[in-house]
């Protein structure tokens, strides 16, 4: 049984940073890629970010390029995003998520198989 639970989420001023964690179990972690993703109330879930098995490979939404940062620790089975320079419409529960394989192969969360249960993100204005 694979569990992923997201932590560090919490409420921040604009401006602010904050640093979540995905601990994952239940599947050999360093075997496939990973994934953020966010949802806003009244809104569809949406891609964040994206981050290969190695961590050599890495894809990002327009609207967090040169403010997001995934990375992950494989000996940890920990998988992490920065946010820095947060704003308003970051606020969303963030959700990681498991590939289905070694590579990124998309950006939808279709393709991603197990899920965690979300951690809150609120920026205040």
């Known amino acids: 049984q694979v569990q992923l639970v997201e932590s560090g989420g919490g409420l921040v001023q604009a401006g602010g940073s904050l640093r979540l964690s995905c601990a994952a179990s239940g599947r050999t972690f360093s075997s496939y890629a990973m994934g953020w993703f966010r949802q806003a109330p009244g809104k569809e879930r949406e891609f964040v970010t994206a981050?290969?098995?190695?961590?050599?490979?890495?894809v990002n939404a327009d609207s967090v390029k040169g403010r997001f940062s995934i990375s992950r620790d494989n000996a940890k089975n920990t998988l992490y995003l920065q946010m820095n320079s947060l704003k308003p419409e970051d606020t969303a529960v963030y959700y990681c998520?498991?590939?289905?394989?070694?590579?990124?192969?998309?950006?939808?969360?279709?393709?991603?198989?197990?899920w965690g249960q979300g951690t809150q993100v609120t920026v205040s204005s």
């Open positions: 981050i290969n098995w190695s961590g050599t490979r890495k």
């Open positions: 998520a498991t590939g289905p394989s070694r590579t990124i192969t998309g950006t939808r969360p279709s393709e991603y198989d197990y």
